[in-house]
T-cell receptor, first 116, second 113 residues
């Protein structure tokens, strides 16, 4: 159990276009999902916390107008990179949270975005 | 806010050698601790976790970690590594009652056959 999927796994887009990445919790409901960015040879940096039915909470330095997050249902959160630029090229990873014995996040496989 | 430090950035071992990766966190309250592994080209997978109870936690693939509260440490160990353990390892912490996870910078492990 606790499987999280992401789609697409890889995407190449032209500078100035927008790209949408989906994150789904396949076998559990997640009121909270998280979006991370991972640069080469670096750790995961939290971009924002996505809350079902309400606005996302962005980390300091993350442009909310550039990285639009929607969490319309308990199993789906989307990240839209608007007006993408080459510097947005990165590995984007989502996770879905679930409360068990402790609070745990389950990670998706990631999406490799390349902006040309 | 909590922080996590992993002192070893790149570790190279021969097969059958023992492994210990350091992880220290800074937070004054109760924490939940995790070790994740990311194999080349794959996504993050949970190796083991500590919420409460026995401070020696056993995970998958023969890994274990020990929570030493007095040292704010959660070091990862494996008595005998294999080539297939070549991967990047991330220590992570959440403050109890909070959802936000803070990751360490990661340790790249290279196991030489």
């Amino acid at each position: 159990g606790a499987v999280v999927s992401q789609h697409p796994s890889r995407v190449i887009c032209k500078s100035g276009t927008s790209v949408k990445i989906e994150c789904r919790s396949l076998d559990f409901q997640a009121t909270t999902m998280f979006w991370y960015r991972q640069f080469p040879k670096q750790s995961l940096m939290l971009m924002a916390t996505s809350n079902e039915g309400s606005k996302a909470t962005y980390e300091q330095g993350v442009e909310k107008d550039k990285f639009l997050i929607n969490h319309a249902s308990l199993t789906l959160s989307t990240l839209t990179v608007t007006s993408a630029h080459p510097e947005d090229s990165s590995f984007y990873i989502c996770s879905a949270g679930r409360q068990g014995r402790g609070y745990e996040q389950y990670f998706g496989p990631g999406t490799r975005l390349t902006v040309t | 806010a909590q922080s996590v430090s992993q002192h070893n950035h790149h570790v190279i071992l021969s097969e059958a050698a023992s492994l210990e990766l350091g992880c220290n966190y800074s937070y004054g309250g109760t924490v939940n601790l995790f070790w994740y592994v990311q194999y080349p080209g794959q996504h993050l997978q949970l190796l083991l976790k500590y919420f409460s109870g026995d401070p020696l936690v056993k995970g998958i693939k023969g890994f274990e970690a020990e929570f030493i509260k007095s040292k704010f440490s959660f070091n990862l160990r494996k008595p005998s590594v294999q080539w297939s353990d070549t991967a990047e390892y991330f220590c992570a912490v959440t403050a109890e009652g909070y959802q936000k996870v803070t990751f360490g910078t990661g340790t790249k492990l290279q196991v030489i056959p």
